[in-house]
Protein backbone atom coordinates (compact mmCIF):
# COMPACT_ATOMS: atom_id res chain seq x y z
CA UNK A 1 0.00 0.00 0.00
CA UNK A 2 1.43 3.78 -1.08
CA UNK A 3 1.57 5.97 1.59
CA UNK A 4 1.71 9.13 -1.24
CA UNK A 5 -1.10 7.85 -2.91
CA UNK A 6 -4.30 10.35 -3.07
CA UNK A 7 -7.36 10.39 -5.04
CA UNK A 8 -8.33 14.18 -6.91
CA UNK A 9 -11.36 14.65 -4.91
CA UNK A 10 -13.01 12.94 -2.02
CA UNK A 11 -17.13 12.66 -2.78
CA UNK A 12 -19.78 13.90 0.00
CA UNK A 13 -21.56 11.35 1.42
CA UNK A 14 -20.40 7.73 2.24
CA UNK A 15 -21.40 4.98 -0.63
CA UNK A 16 -24.52 2.88 0.62
CA UNK A 17 -22.71 -0.49 0.93
CA UNK A 18 -21.60 1.52 4.06
CA UNK A 19 -24.84 1.07 5.34
CA UNK A 20 -25.88 -2.35 4.62
CA UNK A 21 -22.68 -3.37 6.45
CA UNK A 22 -23.64 -1.35 9.20
CA UNK A 23 -27.10 -3.16 9.85
CA UNK A 24 -25.65 -6.41 9.03
CA UNK A 25 -23.10 -5.58 11.75
CA UNK A 26 -25.84 -4.55 13.57
CA UNK A 27 -27.73 -7.55 13.97
CA UNK A 28 -24.98 -9.70 14.23
CA UNK A 29 -23.41 -8.24 17.42
CA UNK A 30 -27.24 -7.95 19.16
CA UNK A 31 -27.33 -11.48 18.75
CA UNK A 32 -23.65 -11.55 19.97
CA UNK A 33 -23.87 -8.98 22.90
CA UNK A 34 -27.45 -10.57 23.37
CA UNK A 35 -26.36 -13.49 24.76
CA UNK A 36 -23.01 -12.43 26.28
CA UNK A 37 -25.67 -10.38 28.80
CA UNK A 38 -26.96 -13.57 29.74
CA UNK A 39 -24.20 -16.34 29.47
CA UNK A 40 -22.61 -15.61 33.65
CA UNK A 41 -25.82 -15.39 35.00
CA UNK A 42 -26.90 -18.29 33.05
CA UNK A 43 -24.41 -20.42 34.57
CA UNK A 44 -24.97 -19.12 37.44
CA UNK A 45 -28.46 -18.87 37.96
CA UNK A 46 -29.62 -21.97 36.00
CA UNK A 47 -26.58 -24.27 35.67
CA UNK A 48 -25.73 -23.35 39.06
CA UNK A 49 -22.21 -23.26 38.38
CA UNK A 50 -20.05 -21.11 40.83
CA UNK A 51 -18.71 -17.86 39.95
CA UNK A 52 -15.23 -18.93 39.46
CA UNK A 53 -15.55 -21.42 36.78
CA UNK A 54 -18.25 -19.88 35.08
CA UNK A 55 -15.84 -16.82 34.80
CA UNK A 56 -13.09 -19.16 33.20
CA UNK A 57 -15.49 -20.76 30.65
CA UNK A 58 -16.38 -16.60 29.69
CA UNK A 59 -12.97 -15.85 29.52
CA UNK A 60 -12.39 -19.05 26.94
CA UNK A 61 -15.64 -18.76 25.19
CA UNK A 62 -15.26 -14.66 24.46
CA UNK A 63 -10.96 -15.53 23.98
CA UNK A 64 -11.53 -18.57 21.63
CA UNK A 65 -14.30 -15.92 19.64
CA UNK A 66 -11.61 -13.66 19.09
CA UNK A 67 -9.09 -16.54 17.97
CA UNK A 68 -10.80 -17.98 14.88
CA UNK A 69 -10.96 -14.72 13.09
CA UNK A 70 -7.22 -15.38 12.16
CA UNK A 71 -8.57 -18.77 10.47
CA UNK A 72 -11.34 -17.04 8.41
CA UNK A 73 -8.67 -14.53 7.91
CA UNK A 74 -6.55 -17.10 6.20
CA UNK A 75 -9.37 -19.11 4.27
CA UNK A 76 -11.02 -15.49 3.20
CA UNK A 77 -7.57 -14.17 1.94
CA UNK A 78 -6.57 -17.34 -0.03
CA UNK A 79 -9.52 -19.66 -0.71
CA UNK A 80 -13.13 -18.30 -0.12
CA UNK A 81 -13.27 -14.71 -0.49
CA UNK A 82 -14.75 -11.91 2.31
CA UNK A 83 -18.70 -12.70 1.29
CA UNK A 84 -18.66 -16.66 1.44
CA UNK A 85 -17.20 -16.77 4.42
CA UNK A 86 -19.60 -14.13 5.82
CA UNK A 87 -22.48 -16.42 5.06
CA UNK A 88 -20.89 -19.66 6.59
CA UNK A 89 -19.98 -17.66 9.53
CA UNK A 90 -23.68 -16.04 10.07
CA UNK A 91 -25.38 -19.60 9.09
CA UNK A 92 -23.12 -21.37 11.74
CA UNK A 93 -23.38 -18.47 14.70
CA UNK A 94 -27.47 -18.90 14.03
CA UNK A 95 -27.45 -22.34 14.78
CA UNK A 96 -25.46 -21.63 17.55
CA UNK A 97 -27.81 -19.59 18.83
CA UNK A 98 -30.39 -21.99 18.62
CA UNK A 99 -28.57 -24.66 20.51
CA UNK A 100 -27.92 -21.87 23.40
CA UNK A 101 -31.95 -21.80 23.29
CA UNK A 102 -31.93 -25.98 23.86
CA UNK A 103 -29.72 -25.84 26.58
CA UNK A 104 -32.24 -23.43 28.69
CA UNK A 105 -34.99 -25.27 27.61
CA UNK A 106 -33.69 -28.19 29.58
CA UNK A 107 -31.28 -26.38 32.16
CA UNK A 108 -32.85 -28.65 34.56
CA UNK A 109 -31.41 -31.90 33.07
CA UNK A 110 -28.17 -33.44 32.97
CA UNK A 111 -27.61 -32.82 28.89
CA UNK A 112 -28.09 -28.83 29.19
CA UNK A 113 -24.26 -28.25 29.81
CA UNK A 114 -23.19 -30.20 26.76
CA UNK A 115 -26.17 -28.57 24.36
CA UNK A 116 -24.43 -25.34 25.88
CA UNK A 117 -20.96 -26.25 24.93
CA UNK A 118 -22.08 -27.51 21.35
CA UNK A 119 -23.90 -23.73 21.49
CA UNK A 120 -20.58 -21.91 22.14
CA UNK A 121 -18.41 -24.42 19.48
CA UNK A 122 -21.15 -22.96 17.03
CA UNK A 123 -20.35 -19.12 17.48
CA UNK A 124 -16.76 -19.86 18.22
CA UNK A 125 -16.35 -21.16 14.63
CA UNK A 126 -18.82 -18.98 13.05
CA UNK A 127 -17.82 -15.73 14.23
CA UNK A 128 -13.86 -16.84 13.12
CA UNK A 129 -15.42 -16.64 9.39
CA UNK A 130 -17.82 -13.83 9.66
CA UNK A 131 -15.64 -10.73 12.07
CA UNK A 132 -12.62 -10.55 10.29
CA UNK A 133 -14.07 -10.23 6.80
CA UNK A 134 -16.86 -7.78 7.39
CA UNK A 135 -14.53 -5.91 8.84
CA UNK A 136 -12.54 -5.58 5.83
CA UNK A 137 -14.78 -4.93 3.27
CA UNK A 138 -15.46 -1.56 5.32
CA UNK A 139 -12.21 -0.52 3.64
CA UNK A 140 -12.60 -2.02 -0.02
CA UNK A 141 -15.70 0.24 -0.39
CA UNK A 142 -13.34 3.12 -0.84
CA UNK A 143 -10.43 4.21 -3.14
CA UNK A 144 -7.04 4.11 -1.76
CA UNK A 145 -6.50 7.11 0.10
CA UNK A 146 -9.80 8.00 0.76
CA UNK A 147 -9.84 10.38 3.63
CA UNK A 148 -13.53 8.95 4.42
CA UNK A 149 -11.79 5.87 5.68
CA UNK A 150 -11.43 6.73 9.06
CA UNK A 151 -14.91 8.24 9.30
CA UNK A 152 -16.44 4.96 7.65
CA UNK A 153 -15.19 3.18 10.38
CA UNK A 154 -16.50 4.80 12.96
CA UNK A 155 -20.21 4.90 11.13
CA UNK A 156 -19.34 1.39 11.45
CA UNK A 157 -18.84 0.99 14.72
CA UNK A 158 -21.66 2.67 15.85
CA UNK A 159 -23.51 0.09 14.09
CA UNK A 160 -21.69 -2.68 16.39
CA UNK A 161 -22.86 -0.65 19.59
CA UNK A 162 -26.27 0.10 18.17
CA UNK A 163 -26.81 -3.56 18.02
CA UNK A 164 -24.99 -3.85 21.53
CA UNK A 165 -27.23 -1.23 22.75
CA UNK A 166 -30.29 -2.92 22.19
CA UNK A 167 -29.49 -6.14 22.86
CA UNK A 168 -29.32 -6.59 26.63
CA UNK A 169 -32.20 -4.56 27.00
CA UNK A 170 -34.52 -6.90 24.61
CA UNK A 171 -32.77 -10.15 25.86
CA UNK A 172 -32.24 -9.02 29.58
CA UNK A 173 -36.05 -8.43 29.52
CA UNK A 174 -37.15 -11.37 28.00
CA UNK A 175 -34.41 -13.66 29.69
CA UNK A 176 -32.76 -12.12 33.11
CA UNK A 177 -36.79 -12.13 34.58
CA UNK A 178 -35.52 -14.17 38.18
CA UNK A 179 -36.72 -16.85 36.81
CA UNK A 180 -33.76 -19.95 35.55
CA UNK A 181 -36.94 -20.80 32.72
CA UNK A 182 -36.88 -17.77 30.98
CA UNK A 183 -33.07 -17.55 29.97
CA UNK A 184 -34.17 -19.50 26.89
CA UNK A 185 -36.14 -16.78 25.50
CA UNK A 186 -33.60 -14.25 25.97
CA UNK A 187 -31.04 -16.91 23.87
CA UNK A 188 -34.02 -17.34 21.19
CA UNK A 189 -33.99 -13.38 20.43
CA UNK A 190 -30.42 -13.69 20.17
CA UNK A 191 -30.37 -16.43 17.56
CA UNK A 192 -33.62 -14.39 15.36
CA UNK A 193 -31.44 -11.44 15.66
CA UNK A 194 -28.40 -13.61 13.54
CA UNK A 195 -30.86 -14.52 11.48
CA UNK A 196 -31.78 -11.18 10.34
CA UNK A 197 -28.32 -10.32 9.54
CA UNK A 198 -27.78 -13.04 7.67
CA UNK A 199 -31.08 -12.35 5.50
CA UNK A 200 -30.27 -8.68 5.39
CA UNK A 201 -26.56 -9.35 3.85
CA UNK A 202 -27.56 -12.08 0.99
CA UNK A 203 -30.64 -9.91 0.14
CA UNK A 204 -28.45 -6.43 -0.40
CA UNK A 205 -24.56 -7.47 -0.90
CA UNK A 206 -24.61 -7.82 -4.60
CA UNK A 207 -26.59 -4.40 -5.48
CA UNK A 208 -24.57 -2.12 -2.75
CA UNK A 209 -21.22 -3.78 -1.98
CA UNK A 210 -18.99 -3.00 -4.60
CA UNK A 211 -16.10 -0.88 -5.25
CA UNK A 212 -16.36 2.97 -6.96
CA UNK A 213 -15.89 1.41 -10.38
CA UNK A 214 -18.55 -1.42 -9.82
CA UNK A 215 -16.86 -4.18 -9.21
CA UNK A 216 -18.29 -6.82 -6.05
CA UNK A 217 -16.66 -6.41 -3.24
CA UNK A 218 -15.38 -9.95 -1.41
CA UNK A 219 -16.14 -12.13 -3.91
CA UNK A 220 -12.45 -13.47 -5.06
CA UNK A 221 -9.40 -14.32 -2.49
CA UNK A 222 -7.88 -11.14 -1.39
CA UNK A 223 -4.68 -12.53 -2.81
CA UNK A 224 -6.05 -12.29 -6.14
CA UNK A 225 -7.32 -8.43 -5.77
CA UNK A 226 -3.89 -7.21 -6.75
CA UNK A 227 -2.11 -9.14 -9.41
CA UNK A 228 0.58 -6.99 -9.41
CA UNK A 229 1.63 -7.88 -6.17
CA UNK A 230 4.09 -10.16 -5.26
CA UNK A 231 2.65 -12.80 -2.77
CA UNK A 232 1.70 -13.99 -6.35
CA UNK A 233 5.01 -14.53 -7.83
CA UNK A 234 6.86 -16.32 -4.93
CA UNK A 235 5.40 -20.13 -4.20
CA UNK A 236 3.98 -21.18 -1.22
CA UNK A 237 6.89 -22.74 1.20
CA UNK A 238 6.12 -25.96 2.72
CA UNK A 239 9.26 -25.50 4.96
CA UNK A 240 8.09 -22.05 6.76
CA UNK A 241 5.11 -23.46 8.19
CA UNK A 242 6.48 -26.58 9.44
CA UNK A 243 9.38 -24.47 11.04
CA UNK A 244 6.17 -22.29 12.59
CA UNK A 245 4.10 -24.79 13.84
CA UNK A 246 6.96 -26.56 15.85
CA UNK A 247 7.35 -22.64 16.76
CA UNK A 248 3.40 -22.74 17.94
CA UNK A 249 3.96 -26.17 19.47
CA UNK A 250 6.52 -25.09 21.94
CA UNK A 251 5.40 -22.40 22.65
CA UNK A 252 1.70 -24.00 23.92
CA UNK A 253 4.18 -26.45 25.74
CA UNK A 254 6.03 -23.48 27.50
CA UNK A 255 2.13 -22.19 28.78
CA UNK A 256 0.95 -25.32 29.25
CA UNK A 257 3.94 -26.87 31.16
CA UNK A 258 5.05 -23.64 33.56
CA UNK A 259 2.30 -21.74 33.74
CA UNK A 260 -0.43 -23.79 33.58
CA UNK A 261 -2.84 -21.95 31.29
CA UNK A 262 -4.92 -24.96 30.74
CA UNK A 263 -5.10 -26.40 26.84
CA UNK A 264 -7.64 -23.01 25.97
CA UNK A 265 -5.41 -20.25 27.14
CA UNK A 266 -2.12 -21.84 26.28
CA UNK A 267 -3.10 -22.29 22.81
CA UNK A 268 -4.98 -18.84 22.56
CA UNK A 269 -1.30 -17.51 23.72
CA UNK A 270 0.71 -19.45 21.88
CA UNK A 271 -0.88 -18.83 18.29
CA UNK A 272 -0.93 -15.14 19.16
CA UNK A 273 2.65 -15.13 19.56
CA UNK A 274 3.17 -17.85 16.27
CA UNK A 275 0.95 -16.49 13.70
CA UNK A 276 2.44 -13.11 13.71
CA UNK A 277 5.78 -14.46 13.45
CA UNK A 278 4.60 -16.27 10.09
CA UNK A 279 3.07 -13.47 8.67
CA UNK A 280 6.16 -11.30 9.44
CA UNK A 281 8.77 -13.98 7.98
CA UNK A 282 6.52 -14.04 4.46
CA UNK A 283 9.66 -13.50 2.22
CA UNK A 284 6.82 -11.49 -0.60
CA UNK A 285 6.80 -8.63 2.08
CA UNK A 286 8.94 -5.49 1.23
CA UNK A 287 10.59 -3.24 3.93
CA UNK A 288 8.17 -0.72 4.33
CA UNK A 289 5.29 -3.39 4.59
CA UNK A 290 7.17 -5.34 7.25
CA UNK A 291 7.84 -2.07 9.32
CA UNK A 292 4.20 -1.18 8.85
CA UNK A 293 3.06 -4.62 10.08
CA UNK A 294 5.20 -4.77 13.31
CA UNK A 295 2.90 -1.27 14.00
CA UNK A 296 0.74 -3.56 13.91
CA UNK A 297 1.69 -5.92 16.38
CA UNK A 298 2.98 -3.45 18.68
CA UNK A 299 -0.31 -1.85 19.27
CA UNK A 300 -1.85 -5.16 19.47
CA UNK A 301 0.37 -6.03 22.08
CA UNK A 302 -1.41 -3.01 24.20
CA UNK A 303 -4.61 -3.46 23.19
CA UNK A 304 -4.72 -7.20 25.08
CA UNK A 305 -4.13 -4.79 28.34
CA UNK A 306 -7.07 -2.44 27.05
CA UNK A 307 -9.76 -5.32 26.43
CA UNK A 308 -8.60 -7.52 29.36
CA UNK A 309 -10.00 -4.72 31.92
CA UNK A 310 -12.77 -3.47 29.85
CA UNK A 311 -13.92 -6.99 29.02
CA UNK A 312 -14.60 -7.54 32.36
CA UNK A 313 -18.49 -5.97 31.61
CA UNK A 314 -19.67 -9.57 30.95
CA UNK A 315 -18.44 -11.08 34.10
CA UNK A 316 -17.00 -9.45 37.43
CA UNK A 317 -18.63 -6.11 36.92
CA UNK A 318 -21.99 -8.33 35.94
CA UNK A 319 -21.61 -9.50 39.65
CA UNK A 320 -20.92 -6.68 40.73
CA UNK A 321 -24.22 -4.93 39.25
CA UNK A 322 -25.76 -8.48 40.79
CA UNK A 323 -24.89 -7.91 44.24
CA UNK A 324 -23.19 -4.63 44.78
CA UNK A 325 -25.26 -2.18 43.01
CA UNK A 326 -28.32 -0.47 44.32
CA UNK A 327 -30.04 -0.77 40.90
CA UNK A 328 -33.98 0.31 42.57
CA UNK A 329 -35.05 3.04 40.43
CA UNK A 330 -39.00 4.77 40.66
CA UNK A 331 -39.78 1.81 42.66
CA UNK A 332 -38.52 -0.86 39.99
CA UNK A 333 -35.44 -3.27 40.03
CA UNK A 334 -33.27 -2.63 36.77
CA UNK A 335 -31.90 -6.00 36.18
CA UNK A 336 -28.33 -6.40 36.45
CA UNK A 337 -28.06 -7.24 32.49
CA UNK A 338 -29.42 -3.89 31.35
CA UNK A 339 -26.10 -2.08 32.49
CA UNK A 340 -24.01 -3.93 29.70
CA UNK A 341 -26.42 -1.14 27.73
CA UNK A 342 -24.96 1.73 29.00
CA UNK A 343 -21.57 1.09 26.81
CA UNK A 344 -23.24 0.91 24.01
CA UNK A 345 -25.11 4.27 24.26
CA UNK A 346 -22.18 5.88 25.30
CA UNK A 347 -20.90 5.16 21.58
CA UNK A 348 -24.13 6.17 19.71
CA UNK A 349 -23.58 9.17 21.97
CA UNK A 350 -20.55 9.92 22.10
CA UNK A 351 -18.89 8.87 18.55
CA UNK A 352 -20.30 11.54 15.83
CA UNK A 353 -18.44 13.95 18.74
CA UNK A 354 -15.43 12.48 18.70
CA UNK A 355 -15.67 12.13 14.29
CA UNK A 356 -16.50 16.46 14.92
CA UNK A 357 -13.39 16.81 17.00
CA UNK A 358 -11.18 14.77 15.12
CA UNK A 359 -12.22 16.40 11.82
CA UNK A 360 -11.64 19.78 13.39
CA UNK A 361 -7.87 19.01 15.05
CA UNK A 362 -7.23 17.33 11.53
CA UNK A 363 -8.20 20.69 9.79
CA UNK A 364 -5.96 22.09 11.68
CA UNK A 365 -3.24 19.24 11.00
CA UNK A 366 -2.98 18.69 14.67
CA UNK A 367 -5.00 15.36 14.68
CA UNK A 368 -3.19 13.01 16.83
CA UNK A 369 -1.90 9.78 15.44
CA UNK A 370 -3.58 6.65 15.64
CA UNK A 371 -0.35 5.28 18.38
CA UNK A 372 -1.16 8.70 20.13
CA UNK A 373 -5.03 8.03 20.39
CA UNK A 374 -4.69 4.40 21.25
CA UNK A 375 -2.79 5.82 24.33
CA UNK A 376 -5.24 8.21 24.91
CA UNK A 377 -7.88 5.44 25.23
CA UNK A 378 -5.89 2.87 28.07
CA UNK A 379 -5.41 6.07 29.97
CA UNK A 380 -9.31 6.70 30.36
CA UNK A 381 -9.48 2.99 31.15
CA UNK A 382 -7.90 3.86 34.07
CA UNK A 383 -9.73 6.75 34.94
CA UNK A 384 -12.63 4.83 35.25
CA UNK A 385 -11.45 1.58 37.44
CA UNK A 386 -10.09 4.77 39.63
CA UNK A 387 -13.34 6.28 39.82
CA UNK A 388 -15.40 3.18 40.71
CA UNK A 389 -12.22 1.72 42.98
CA UNK A 390 -12.55 5.34 45.13
CA UNK A 391 -16.79 5.04 45.07
CA UNK A 392 -16.62 1.37 46.90
CA UNK A 393 -13.22 2.24 48.68
CA UNK A 394 -14.23 1.45 52.79
CA UNK A 395 -17.50 0.04 52.06
CA UNK A 396 -18.86 -2.66 53.95
CA UNK A 397 -19.30 -5.41 51.92
CA UNK A 398 -23.59 -5.40 52.76
CA UNK A 399 -23.45 -1.84 51.44
CA UNK A 400 -24.62 -1.81 48.27
CA UNK A 401 -23.36 1.49 46.22
CA UNK A 402 -25.21 3.99 44.12
CA UNK A 403 -25.72 3.10 40.38
CA UNK A 404 -24.05 6.27 39.87
CA UNK A 405 -20.55 5.04 40.05
CA UNK A 406 -21.05 1.99 37.78
CA UNK A 407 -22.69 4.25 35.12
CA UNK A 408 -19.61 6.47 35.25
CA UNK A 409 -16.74 3.70 34.82
CA UNK A 410 -19.07 2.64 31.76
CA UNK A 411 -19.41 6.18 30.21
CA UNK A 412 -15.76 6.84 31.04
CA UNK A 413 -14.38 3.57 29.18
CA UNK A 414 -16.58 4.31 25.60
CA UNK A 415 -14.76 7.54 25.67
CA UNK A 416 -11.71 5.01 25.97
CA UNK A 417 -13.16 2.51 23.51
CA UNK A 418 -13.54 5.76 20.72
CA UNK A 419 -9.77 6.81 21.42
CA UNK A 420 -8.87 2.90 20.31
CA UNK A 421 -11.21 0.17 18.82
CA UNK A 422 -12.61 2.09 15.90
CA UNK A 423 -9.10 3.51 14.94
CA UNK A 424 -7.46 0.22 15.42
CA UNK A 425 -9.96 -1.10 12.93
CA UNK A 426 -9.19 1.74 10.50
CA UNK A 427 -5.45 1.45 11.24
CA UNK A 428 -5.05 -2.31 10.27
CA UNK A 429 -6.82 -1.30 7.24
CA UNK A 430 -4.57 1.37 6.09
CA UNK A 431 -1.60 -0.66 6.66
CA UNK A 432 -2.37 -3.90 5.48
CA UNK A 433 -0.83 -5.04 2.46
CA UNK A 434 -3.95 -6.05 0.43
CA UNK A 435 -3.21 -9.66 0.30
CA UNK A 436 -3.18 -10.08 4.10
CA UNK A 437 -6.41 -7.88 4.78
CA UNK A 438 -8.51 -10.24 6.37
CA UNK A 439 -5.53 -12.52 7.95
CA UNK A 440 -3.95 -8.97 9.76
CA UNK A 441 -7.33 -8.14 10.71
CA UNK A 442 -7.27 -11.82 11.94
CA UNK A 443 -4.46 -11.08 14.05
CA UNK A 444 -5.93 -7.88 15.47
CA UNK A 445 -8.69 -10.01 17.08
CA UNK A 446 -6.35 -12.33 17.71
CA UNK A 447 -4.82 -9.82 20.73
CA UNK A 448 -8.59 -9.80 21.77
CA UNK A 449 -8.81 -12.90 21.94
CA UNK A 450 -5.99 -12.92 24.56
CA UNK A 451 -7.23 -10.14 26.46
CA UNK A 452 -10.31 -11.86 26.81
CA UNK A 453 -8.40 -14.91 28.01
CA UNK A 454 -7.02 -12.93 30.45
CA UNK A 455 -10.30 -11.33 31.28
CA UNK A 456 -11.27 -14.53 32.72
CA UNK A 457 -8.53 -14.91 34.63
CA UNK A 458 -8.89 -11.50 36.07
CA UNK A 459 -12.72 -11.70 36.66
CA UNK A 460 -12.00 -15.11 38.74
CA UNK A 461 -9.92 -13.07 41.12
CA UNK A 462 -13.53 -11.15 42.24
CA UNK A 463 -13.77 -10.98 46.27
CA UNK A 464 -16.44 -13.40 46.66
CA UNK A 465 -18.65 -12.88 49.93
CA UNK A 466 -19.93 -16.54 49.86
CA UNK A 467 -18.99 -19.13 46.99
CA UNK A 468 -20.68 -22.55 45.96
CA UNK A 469 -18.30 -25.76 47.18
CA UNK A 470 -20.05 -28.82 46.16
CA UNK A 471 -23.64 -28.89 44.12
CA UNK A 472 -25.60 -31.87 43.60
CA UNK A 473 -27.96 -32.10 41.27
CA UNK A 474 -30.03 -35.05 41.76
CA UNK A 475 -32.89 -36.65 43.73
CA UNK A 476 -32.66 -36.27 47.61
CA UNK A 477 -34.50 -39.54 49.51
CA UNK A 478 -37.48 -38.58 51.50
CA UNK A 479 -35.65 -39.35 54.60
CA UNK A 480 -32.65 -37.07 54.17
CA UNK A 481 -34.89 -34.43 53.37
CA UNK A 482 -37.18 -34.80 55.87
CA UNK A 483 -34.21 -34.79 58.13
CA UNK A 484 -33.04 -31.36 56.72
CA UNK A 485 -36.30 -29.66 56.87
CA UNK A 486 -36.90 -30.85 60.48
CA UNK A 487 -33.29 -29.10 61.45
CA UNK A 488 -33.88 -26.29 58.80
CA UNK A 489 -33.19 -22.39 60.43
CA UNK A 490 -35.44 -19.67 60.72
CA UNK A 491 -36.10 -18.59 57.40
CA UNK A 492 -36.50 -15.09 59.05
CA UNK A 493 -33.18 -14.23 59.23
CA UNK A 494 -33.39 -13.72 55.72
CA UNK A 495 -35.23 -10.61 56.11
CA UNK A 496 -33.18 -9.14 58.24
CA UNK A 497 -31.14 -5.90 58.94
CA UNK A 498 -28.27 -6.98 55.93
CA UNK A 499 -25.50 -5.49 58.64
CA UNK A 500 -26.75 -7.65 61.44
CA UNK A 501 -25.78 -11.25 62.36
CA UNK A 502 -27.98 -14.40 63.91
CA UNK A 503 -26.42 -17.07 65.81
CA UNK A 504 -27.70 -20.75 64.58
CA UNK A 505 -26.69 -23.72 66.19
CA UNK A 506 -24.29 -26.30 64.10
CA UNK A 507 -26.08 -29.40 63.04
CA UNK A 508 -24.23 -32.86 63.32
CA UNK A 509 -24.30 -34.13 60.16
CA UNK A 510 -22.62 -36.48 57.62
CA UNK A 511 -22.90 -35.71 53.88
CA UNK A 512 -21.19 -38.39 51.34
CA UNK A 513 -21.74 -38.11 47.41
CA UNK A 514 -23.03 -41.42 45.93
CA UNK A 515 -23.14 -42.46 42.15
CA UNK A 516 -27.26 -41.85 43.04
CA UNK A 517 -26.49 -38.37 44.12
CA UNK A 518 -25.92 -37.37 48.01
CA UNK A 519 -26.13 -39.23 51.15
CA UNK A 520 -27.32 -37.64 54.12
CA UNK A 521 -26.61 -38.82 57.62
CA UNK A 522 -27.86 -37.91 61.16
CA UNK A 523 -28.57 -34.00 61.07
CA UNK A 524 -29.57 -33.42 64.14
CA UNK A 525 -28.89 -31.29 67.46
CA UNK A 526 -27.46 -32.91 70.86
CA UNK A 527 -25.34 -31.33 73.85
CA UNK A 528 -22.44 -31.10 72.02
CA UNK A 529 -23.39 -28.55 68.91
CA UNK A 530 -22.17 -25.61 68.72
CA UNK A 531 -23.54 -22.34 67.19
CA UNK A 532 -22.22 -20.09 65.21
CA UNK A 533 -23.09 -16.35 63.72
CA UNK A 534 -24.09 -16.29 60.25
CA UNK A 535 -24.07 -13.19 58.60
CA UNK A 536 -27.30 -12.01 57.58
CA UNK A 537 -25.80 -10.46 54.44
CA UNK A 538 -24.52 -13.56 53.49
CA UNK A 539 -27.74 -15.33 53.49
CA UNK A 540 -29.47 -12.19 51.08
CA UNK A 541 -26.76 -12.60 49.55
CA UNK A 542 -27.59 -16.79 48.78
CA UNK A 543 -31.43 -16.28 48.69
CA UNK A 544 -30.21 -13.90 45.52
CA UNK A 545 -28.21 -15.92 43.52
CA UNK A 546 -30.23 -19.34 44.23
CA UNK A 547 -34.25 -17.70 44.76
CA UNK A 548 -35.42 -21.33 44.62
CA UNK A 549 -34.18 -22.84 47.45
CA UNK A 550 -36.83 -23.94 49.96
CA UNK A 551 -34.57 -24.89 53.37
CA UNK A 552 -31.38 -24.23 54.99
CA UNK A 553 -29.30 -25.76 57.97
CA UNK A 554 -25.77 -24.85 59.14
CA UNK A 555 -23.89 -28.17 59.13
CA UNK A 556 -20.45 -26.53 60.33
CA UNK A 557 -19.25 -23.27 61.27
CA UNK A 558 -18.95 -21.90 57.68
CA UNK A 559 -20.62 -23.79 55.27
CA UNK A 560 -24.73 -23.94 54.74
CA UNK A 561 -26.55 -26.49 53.30
CA UNK A 562 -29.85 -25.28 50.85
CA UNK A 563 -32.10 -27.89 48.84
CA UNK A 564 -34.25 -26.18 46.55
CA UNK A 565 -37.40 -28.24 45.24
CA UNK A 566 -37.40 -28.15 40.95
CA UNK A 567 -39.85 -29.65 38.73
CA UNK A 568 -38.22 -32.18 36.41
CA UNK A 569 -39.83 -32.96 33.07
CA UNK A 570 -39.67 -37.16 32.56
CA UNK A 571 -39.61 -39.14 29.28
CA UNK A 572 -43.30 -39.52 29.09
CA UNK A 573 -43.80 -35.83 29.40
CA UNK A 574 -45.34 -35.37 33.04
CA UNK A 575 -42.99 -33.53 35.76
CA UNK A 576 -41.78 -34.62 39.33
CA UNK A 577 -40.70 -32.36 41.98
CA UNK A 578 -36.83 -33.62 42.63
CA UNK A 579 -34.30 -31.54 45.59
CA UNK A 580 -31.34 -30.24 44.43
CA UNK A 581 -28.84 -29.69 47.31
CA UNK A 582 -25.70 -26.90 47.54
CA UNK A 583 -23.01 -26.66 50.06
CA UNK A 584 -22.05 -22.98 50.66
CA UNK A 585 -18.84 -21.49 52.11
CA UNK A 586 -19.79 -18.87 53.92
CA UNK A 587 -16.03 -17.07 54.51
CA UNK A 588 -14.35 -18.70 50.95
CA UNK A 589 -10.56 -17.97 51.08
CA UNK A 590 -9.59 -14.31 48.85
CA UNK A 591 -7.56 -14.66 45.97
CA UNK A 592 -4.54 -13.29 45.55
CA UNK A 593 -2.59 -11.93 41.98
CA UNK A 594 1.24 -11.19 41.27
CA UNK A 595 1.89 -11.81 45.32
CA UNK A 596 -0.94 -8.96 45.97
CA UNK A 597 -4.23 -9.83 48.28
CA UNK A 598 -7.62 -9.55 46.99
CA UNK A 599 -9.25 -8.89 50.42
CA UNK A 600 -11.81 -6.19 48.56
CA UNK A 601 -13.43 -4.56 45.54
CA UNK A 602 -11.27 -1.61 46.41
CA UNK A 603 -7.93 -4.43 45.90
CA UNK A 604 -9.91 -5.39 42.92
CA UNK A 605 -10.40 -2.82 40.89
CA UNK A 606 -7.44 -1.10 41.57
CA UNK A 607 -5.58 -3.86 39.70
CA UNK A 608 -6.80 -2.33 36.29
CA UNK A 609 -5.69 0.97 37.61
CA UNK A 610 -2.60 -0.10 37.30
CA UNK A 611 -2.22 -2.40 34.38
CA UNK A 612 -4.05 0.28 32.02
CA UNK A 613 -2.40 2.81 33.30
CA UNK A 614 1.31 1.42 33.30
CA UNK A 615 0.34 0.30 29.56
CA UNK A 616 -0.85 3.81 28.51
CA UNK A 617 2.19 5.35 29.50
CA UNK A 618 4.41 2.59 27.58
CA UNK A 619 2.41 3.30 24.31
CA UNK A 620 2.46 7.06 24.72
CA UNK A 621 6.54 7.18 25.04
CA UNK A 622 6.74 4.54 22.00
CA UNK A 623 4.20 6.26 20.01
CA UNK A 624 6.77 8.74 17.89
CA UNK A 625 8.85 5.58 17.09
CA UNK A 626 6.09 4.04 15.56
CA UNK A 627 4.95 6.83 13.73
CA UNK A 628 8.12 6.52 11.81
CA UNK A 629 8.11 2.87 11.47
CA UNK A 630 4.27 4.05 10.03
CA UNK A 631 6.24 5.40 6.74
CA UNK A 632 3.36 8.55 5.92
CA UNK A 633 0.38 6.51 7.01
CA UNK A 634 -1.39 8.32 10.26
Not at 176 to 202: Q, R
Not at 246 to 257: E, S, T
Request: glycine share 8%; aromatic share 14%.
Amino acid sequence: MSSTATVPSTPKGHPKGLYVLFVTEMWERFSYYGMRALFVLFMTKALLIDKALASDIYGSYTGLVYLTPLIGGYMADRYWGNRKSIVIGGILMAAGQFFMFISGSVYQSASAPAFMFAGLGLLIIGNGFFKPNISTMVGQLYPEGDKRVDSAFTIFYMGINLGAFIAPLLCGYLGDTGNPADFKWGFLAAGLGMVLSLVLFIALKNKYIVTPEGEQIGEKANNKRDESETAEKIPFNPKRMYIWVGVFLAIFAFFYQLFDFGVIGSFIFGLTIAAPGFIITDPSLTKVEKQRIWVVYIAAFFVIFFWAAFEQAGASLTYFAEEQTDRNLFGSVIPASYFQSVNALAIVIFAPIFVWIWGILGAKNMEPASPFKQALGLFLLAVGYLVIAFGVQGIDPSTKVSMVWLVSLYTIHTLGELCLSPIGLSMVNKLSPARFASLLMGVWFLSTASANKFAGTLSALYPEEVKVEKTYLSDISESDLAAIEANVIDTMAFKADPKGEYAFPVANANLNKTDDGISIENINYDSSSKSAYVSVFHMKLIKGLNKNFTSAVLISENELLTIEKVDKKQDDGSFKTISNAQVWNLKPEKPSFAGFQVNTLYDFFMIFVVMAGAASVFLFFLSKRLLVLMNGIR
